[in-house]
């Protein structure tokens, strides 16, 4: 193919909190040669914070083509010295429909991730965060039930992360670990190749098939840090 013919590639934002800041390194380098992956500088925080935040980073990184996004972890936990120390489950569903909106008048294909769980045998610090794990689960119903009735496809990270918490979860048993991170980020790229093949003029449209990055063998080893803020407790 000379240059004329080249395909440009996919922009694809990453929203979300410190566990998108973890995996997009991973994401970035496995589609390097297929996608520009951009995302905010700062953490998302909660639904509220990025629905506040978000017309700023699409002006600063322009308009995408694909998002991958979750708000969760920060809405559903318990942190005794913010007020509220835990948003409702109301307001996190209007925040998200917020957010919905506004994703959906840049045009992108949209991409929503669940919550990944937080064991409850986490060792607690005095007046830290508190999660737990059946409300976990019940604003990643919602969520869902919200993205279904929206036909937004879902990443459901929060099995892929239950299954092997021990090994998937850093010590600190909120982040994920380097294993949790090449885990995530294979899940994400999947997600993200099978938009990328229904997007108009794309490489991937033109062969008609999506090709999924292996599990194995694909990403580099060494240290994956966070990103912005991060939970403490």
């Known amino acids: 193919m000379n240059k004329s013919e080249q395909v440009p590639k996919s922009k694809v934002l990453l929203l979300g909190d410190s566990q998108r800041g973890r995996y997009q390194d991973c994401v970035k380098q496995m589609l390097a040669d ?12 909660f639904s509220l914070y990025t629905s506040m935040r978000l017309p700023i980073w699409l002006k600063e990184l322009g308009t995408p083509d694909i998002v991958h996004w979750n708000n969760g972890l920060w809405d559903l936990g318990i942190n005794p010295t913010r007020g509220p120390a835990q948003f409702s489950l109301e307001d996190y569903l ?25 064991p409850e045998k986490r060792p607690q610090k005095p007046g830290g965060w508190l ?19 929206e036909n937004v496809p879902i990443n459901d990270l929060f099995p892929l992360i239950l299954a092997d918490m021990d090994h998937l979860l850093d010590e600190g048993m909120c982040h994920l670990s380097d294993a949790g991170v090449r885990v995530a980020a294979q899940a994400v790229v999947i997600c993200i190749e099978r938009e990328m093949a229904l997007l108009p003029g794309t490489r ?9 990055t292996p599990i194995e063998g694909t990403l580099t080893g060494g240290p994956m840090p966070g990103q912005g803020e991060v939970f403490s407790g």
């Open 94 to 118: 209007t925040n998200l429909k917020t957010i919905l909106a506004m994703l959906r008048k840049t045009s992108a294909r949209l991409i929503w991730a669940t919550s990944t769980p937080v």
């Open 34 to 45: 297929r996608a520009e992956v951009v995302a905010p500088g700062e953490n998302g925080r």
């Open 131 to 149: 999660w737990k794990m059946a409300e976990i689960r019940r604003y990643n119903a919602a969520a869902e039930e919200l993205m279904r009735s």
């Open 204 to 212: 991937a449209n033109k062969t008609g098939e999506v090709v999924e």
